[in-house]
């Protein structure tokens, strides 16, 4: 599965480097999207996302598989089980000092 995500990332990375593949957003679409509080699908859909996208129709069935379950991985890993790693962080601070103020800052993605 490393070598498969290694060879996709490096095939995608010559693909932008050639001109035949654009992200599909820019830092200014993020930022506008963050201040108009339009946090919407549309920003954070699939194709659009932090986590990388192997899966694609190009590739052969026993290939898609593996992209699969990376995809899986990537997301229960680096955004689901963060999300509970901070929320689980943040409760016990507040639980530990109620009579204190607290600022958070998370990241959108």
């Excluded at 996302?49 to 190009?58: D, G, H």
């Excluded at 680096?78 to 790693?85: D, E, G, P, S, T």
């Excluded at 204190?100 to 993605?109: L, N, R």
Aim: net charge neutral; aromatic share 12%; charged share 25%.
């Amino acid at each position: 599965q490393v070598v498969f995500a290694l060879n996709q990332t490096l095939l995608q990375q010559e693909s932008l480097r050639a001109g035949s593949f654009q992200i599909p957003y820019t830092t200014e679409d993020l930022i506008k999207h963050y201040n108009c509080g339009d946090l919407s699908s549309i920003i954070f859909n699939h194709d659009t996302s932090q986590v990388p996208n192997f899966i694609n129709a190009t590739l052969p069935a026993h290939e898609r598989i593996t992209a699969q379950e990376i995809d899986r991985y990537f997301r229960q890993e680096l955004i689901y089980k963060r999300n509970q790693r901070m929320g689980r962080r943040v409760k016990d601070l507040l639980e530990e000092y109620p009579d204190k103020s607290f600022f958070f800052a998370f990241g959108a993605g």
